[in-house]
């Protein structure tokens, strides 16, 4: 079920009030069955699939703490990360397989029938399935024991806030808490309210809304040239943004009403002034599982230059095969790995070889925002081809201003008024994470006078009712991958 649905509500009404009403002791089963019900909710035989990776990787992550042979401890390992590793790559390369074989089969004109094969990708497996292998490296590493309990473990691999897309969670931030009897926190679970109800303004009234101007010219991009292009580049930016950072308010919030803390997972990315930085705020739970358990596997920065560098360009590689088999994903990956290369060649250095920005300039943060969302058109595009077109046509009649602009406003054929909407919540947007990179603003108006907070409540609500979409409950964009 999604996020923004009415059977989501009724859910998490129906689970928040059985769960304060369940004996403590057993809330953890609670919680489980509630999981797996919310799971196969979307589909009945998703629930086999979760439970096998959870049986899967409980079991040999038990076998690797019995096996003093390092031999059998990585055969052990290897037997729990290359089964899920090569379903991951069933699911994302099975229909891409099928439709090349069927192309090869109409242009050679050979005498067979093409290929049939309806594959889905289940909604969240790459997060429960990097959850699972995370904790069976950590476990070969020793950095945490294997857990006895399946019970617990099933709860920590298949918990519903973050089942579907993150914050992919440590086992050992997020086990302890499962374990721990928890006692209703009036404090905690208001405030879990308040993040997910900015995280529903996020998706509802800007991400949801900005998309249908996106979607209007990329999945049209050849009827369109120029500034066009610029204003709904930008717009994706925004969009994608506000769509994964309002799922991951709702996730974390939806804990706390659990008395789980989950991970926080964005912290202002837009205003970061490298892209290093970016990615050390940007989606934080993926981005420190590919640091953790492919970049310094493959050596990190304890090697070479040139190997430094071609850990950085594979591991930028693997994350954008992760989003998909498509070449635009793999060139975003890619074009992210050369601009981290880069910036080891252009900022100063610290003891252990990090690139860091030690003196930050205003310009540093609009060159940072325009390559991102240079690279953000390839993740956009439905083809390679349209990709390039985009490029290709971003400055079309810039020599004429009046007209450079004029077209763009005549492409956008979108009222004044939304328009002034769709600018007005960007610049809220733009208020809350500027003020949140140095204090939580949640917290800040909760702590104003009743008249005052409660204005901003119902301000907030009102306006999340108004401008958003009815009875429709858009998936986010990160449940594809």
Not at 42 to 49: D, K, N, W
């Amino acid at each position: 079920m999604l996020f923004n649905s009415i059977t989501f509500a009724v859910f998490l009404l129906a689970a928040f009030i059985l769960y304060h009403i369940v004996p403590v002791r057993f809330r953890w089963v609670f919680l489980l069955a509630a999981s797996y019900a919310f799971y196969m909710n979307l589909h009945a035989a998703y629930g086999l699939l979760l439970l096998f990776s959870t049986v899967l990787t409980y079991l040999l992550a038990l076998g690797l703490e019995k096996k003093p042979d390092n031999a059998k401890r990585k055969l052990c390992l290897l037997g729990g990360v290359l089964p899920l590793v090569g379903i991951l790559l069933f699911f994302k390369l099975g229909a891409p397989v099928v439709d090349r074989i069927n192309t090869l089969i109409g242009a050679g004109r050979l005498a067979l029938q093409p290929l049939t094969l309806r594959i889905l990708l289940p909604a969240g497996v790459s997060f429960y399935f990097f959850q699972s292998m995370g904790y069976l490296i950590d476990v070969y590493k020793g950095k945490i024991r294997a857990e006895r309990h399946f019970g617990y473990y099933a709860l920590f691999v298949s918990f519903f806030p973050q089942l579907l897309a993150g914050p992919i969670g440590r086992a050992d931030a997020l086990l302890p808490q499962l374990k721990k009897e928890r006692r209703f926190d009036y404090e905690n679970a208001t405030y879990g309210l308040k993040l997910m109800a900015w995280g529903y303004f996020k998706k509802l009234v800007i991400a949801d809304v900005f998309a249908t101007v996106v979607n209007k010219v990329y999945d049209n991009a050849h009827s369109y040239v120029g500034l066009v292009f610029i204003i709904v580049t930008v717009m994706f930016a925004i969009e994608i943004y506000c769509d994964f950072s309002g799922y991951s308010d709702i996730a974390i919030g939806c804990a706390k009403l659990f008395g789980i803390e989950l991970a926080t997972n964005f912290k202002s990315p837009y205003l970061s002034f490298s892209i290093r930085e970016f990615w050390s705020r940007w989606h934080i739970s993926l981005s420190t599982w590919f640091r953790d358990y492919v970049y310094i596997p493959l050596g990190g920065n304890r090697v070479p230059k040139w190997r430094n560098c071609l850990n950085l360009l594979l591991t930028f590689l693997v994350s954008g095969f992760w989003h998909g088999s498509s070449l635009t994903y793999i060139l975003w990956g890619a074009i992210h790995g050369l601009l981290q290369i880069a910036e080891t060649f252009v900022y100063p250095k610290t003891r252990r070889g990090v690139p860091v920005v030690r003196k930050k300039h205003w310009w540093q943060l609009p060159v940072t925002f325009a390559l991102l969302c240079f690279t953000w058109i390839f993740f956009r595009a439905n083809t390679i081809q349209d990709a390039f077109w985009i490029i290709s046509r971003l400055f079309w009649d810039i020599g004429r201003p009046v007209n450079y602009l004029k077209t763009a406003v005549i492409c956008l054929d979108m009222p004044y008024l939304s328009m002034l909407g769709m600018m007005l919540s960007a610049v809220v947007l733009f208020l809350y994470d500027l003020v949140s990179l140095k204090q939580d603003v949640i917290g800040v108006v909760s702590r104003q006078k009743a008249p005052v907070r409660w204005a901003v409540y119902v301000l907030l609500l009102v306006t999340t009712a108004l401008f958003s979409y009815k009875g429709i409950a858009t998936e986010f964009i990160y449940f594809q991958f």
